[in-house]
């Protein structure tokens, strides 16, 4: 068992779960959340999250944490899935 996180940009005017879901609520294309790869468990955590919260939020493969952190921080995706080491 793992714990997985929620990692939003510090580019967001967000400071809870609620105002991430306020905010994503408000963009009509939804926001973009990254994984580390299609079909894993980062992934569902995040296809979890759109259908407990009715979200609009495209999933963003990469192959690894490297490339999703950089994007996030550069503002490409509002928010990544994560498994807590």
Known sequence: DFPNVMVVSAALPVQSVQDFIAYARSRPQGVNFGSTG??????????????????????????????????????????IFDNLP
Do not use: C, N, W
């Open 38 to 79: 299609v079909g894993t468990s980062i992934h569902l955590t995040g296809e979890l999250f759109k259908l407990r919260t009715g979200l609009e939020m495209t999933h963003v493969p990469y192959r690894g944490a490297g490339g999703s952190s950089t994007d996030l921080r550069s503002g490409q995706i509002q928010v």
